[in-house]
């Protein structure tokens, strides 16, 4: 297997960067689209219900699926796995973001209204803040799964270690088909590993002293 | 019996101080305040017309949803009136953008509300922040509120509001609250969280800390006691905020307007006179004292000279340290104390305050302090029971009085 990837290093490393790439900036839109999306829910109290179960039942639809219902829309290729990972990453992070919200103190929001902050003010110094850290598990699973989803992403030539792993699974039997195949997987393994790592540091540095736990 | 004016009660000019010049606050008044909310078919304050004079502390009282904290809220628009107006210092609240109404009335509600995952320091200076007030009189702003809460700044500024405890938090709260010198601060059971022996501390703290910035404190509770001790005047509501009295803590318990204050004053309205005597209106008594350092050969010889089993140790800012008996002294050269949690009473609080403190006391008596906790002397049974004498005979020469002048039912009904 060293061999495999003592040969391949170069395209290897180009496919995990591009892996890591495509799933943060999906999970970075897709944290914007939740938090926005939360503040709204919170805001129109019918609306969590709804929220809750498009959360719960977008888990449940198959990636595989949703690909194959993307390619018409927007062709095959980067976009098609952009959206793909974007759409599943959005949903962990709103769950725990509308859960976040919720779980402000009402009282310290009305604190903050009496002391003469507006609703913008409200949600940047107190209610994101406080919400910060249920947001930020959300974001950590969510970018977990974005990793596995990612690799499924290269069906439709999205970039990434997932095409390592289509090309081991398409010569089954060849030469190199399980060293390839290992080394997809590895590598998303790996790769999210550190990640969640590095989201553990920005935790530590960004949650309030405060209010942690 | 809906509405009852008292004669104290008569409208004055704007610049209604009590002969003060020292006063920051500002009047407020409440003119025809009506608040009904959708879908119910009484109001939940019914025209409630109020003048609340500069510099005073104003208590709301009464049954749980009577409209006090509704009406309260009205005042800095968290809650806006369907009809009426309400004005602060001549100004209609409504006349002026809300967020900057609520940056200039303090705010303080219980358990102090502070935002957990901001330092103390952070949490008082979310107003002068709003303001655009620059950094460096921001800190010193808050340096001073921590004093005068009597917070160490260098130990509290950076604390988080879980590394407090209720008192401490609560204290945080009001400097929050006078963080942008408000001339008016509304309070919403500010100390409602935190246990008896704490909120009696606090509320000699207010007091203290009122008596130097004379700001209009409008203040709700549902302690009667709270409100005799901290009110200069009372508003006593019943069901849709209507008044049934407004008066001084003295006039309130002497002469109830109706059958339902005196039930809500409750029974033992001569008990609860001792709510409205201060300890410093009783003679202190001046057991020995003694400075940390001092020899103890010396204080020995003076305590003997006195006659006294036990001396009041104060620190070099005559601060109270400890009370100790003269055999605790014996076993070093110079006084040292050896306990770290002396209770004292400011010499604001309530005899009933003081009672409560005797009681538990091994001296079967209470230190008092003055401002910045400064000795002032020692409060005991007999100086207590002394001036309840005095009062009863006060009331019944009063009422003797009254009586002769053909005003007998109305004491009849104070006294019951």
Not at chain 2, 220 to 232: F, R, Y
Request: one cysteine or more; charged letters at 20%.
């Amino acid at each position: 297997m060293w061999e495999f990837i003592d040969e391949r290093k170069a395209q290897i490393a180009f496919s995990a960067y591009q892996h890591v790439s495509l799933v943060l900036q999906a999970v970075l839109v897709a944290t914007v689209i939740a938090v926005v999306l939360a503040v709204v829910v919170t805001r129109f109290r019918p609306l969590e219900p709804v929220a809750n179960a498009v959360s719960a039942m977008g888990l449940t639809i198959p990636s595989f699926a949703l690909l194959g219902l993307l390619v018409p829309l927007v062709g095959i290729g980067v976009a098609s796995a952009f959206v793909a990972v974007t759409f599943y990453a959005t949903l962990p992070i709103l769950r725990n973001a509308v859960v976040g919200l919720q779980g402000v103190d009402a009282r310290l929001v009305e604190s903050a209204h009496g002391m003469g902050m507006n609703t913008l003010a409200t949600l940047t110094r107190v209610r994101l803040p406080l919400a910060w850290p249920v947001i930020l598990a959300g974001i950590r699973v969510s970018t977990q799964m974005s990793m596995g989803i990612a690799a499924i992403a290269a069906y439709v030539l999205g970039p990434g270690l997932g095409q390592l792993i289509y090309t081991g699974l398409a010569q089954i039997g060849g030469a190199n088909a399980l060293n390839s195949a290992l080394v997809g997987t590895l590598g998303v393994v790996i790769l999210a590993l550190a990640i969640d790592a590095l989201l553990l540091l920005l935790g530590r540095l960004t949650i309030s002293k405060g209010i942690r736990a | 019996m809906s509405t009852t004016t008292p004669p104290s009660n008569t409208r004055a000019g704007g610049t209604d101080a009590p002969g003060n010049p020292d006063v920051s606050g500002v009047d407020l008044e409440l003119v025809d305040v009506l608040k009904r909310y959708p879908g119910q078919k009484k109001p939940a304050v019914d025209g409630l017309s109020l003048h609340i004079p500069a510099g005073e502390i104003v208590m709301f009282v009464g049954p749980s949803g009577c409209g006090k904290t509704t009406s309260l809220k009205m005042i800095n628009r968290l809650i806006e009136p369907t009809s009426g107006t309400i004005s602060i210092g001549g100004e209609d609240v409504r006349g002026r953008n809300v967020d900057q109404l609520r940056r200039h009335v303090g705010y303080v509600i219980q358990g102090g509300s502070l935002f957990p995952h901001l330092t103390v320091a952070q949490n008082i200076s979310v107003v002068p922040r709003l303001l655009k007030w620059d950094s460096r009189r921001t800190s010193e702003r808050v340096d001073e509120l921590l004093e005068l809460v009597s917070l160490d700044p260098a130990k509290y500024r950076d604390r988080y509001p879980r590394e407090l405890s209720g008192g401490q938090q609560q204290r945080v709260g009001v400097a929050r609250g006078l963080a942008a010198d408000p001339p008016v601060i509304l309070m919403d059971e500010p100390f409602g969280a935190v246990d008896p022996i704490t909120r009696q501390r606090l509320q000699d703290e207010l007091l203290s800390i009122q008596e130097e910035l004379r700001k209009t404190i409008v203040c709700v509770t549902h302690d009667i006691d709270e409100a005799v001790k901290l009110g200069d005047r009372i508003l006593i509501l019943q069901e849709g905020a209507q008044i049934a009295q407004y008066d001084t803590p003295e006039a309130i318990l002497a002469a109830p307007a109706n059958a339902f204050v005196e039930d809500f004053v409750g029974a033992g309205s001569t008990l609860k006179q001792l709510s409205l005597s201060r300890v410093s209106d009783v003679e202190l008594v001046h057991p020995t004292t003694a400075t940390v350092g001092e020899r103890v050969a010396e204080v020995r010889a003076r305590a003997e000279a006195n006659g006294d089993q036990a001396v009041v140790v104060l620190d070099e800012r005559r601060r109270p340290v400890d009370w100790m008996w003269l055999r605790e002294l014996a076993a070093a050269d110079t006084v040292r104390p050896v306990r770290d949690d002396v209770l004292t009473l400011d010499r604001r609080a309530t005899l009933n305050d003081a009672l409560d403190m005797m009681l538990t006391s091994t001296h079967g008596a209470a230190i008092v302090t003055g401002r910045r906790d400064e000795y002032l002397g020692v409060v005991n049974f007999t100086a207590v029971t002394g001036h309840i004498q005095a009062t009863e005979q006060q009331l019944a020469e009063g009422r003797a009085a009254d009586a002769t002048a053909g005003r007998d039912d109305a004491w009849e009904g104070g006294g019951a």
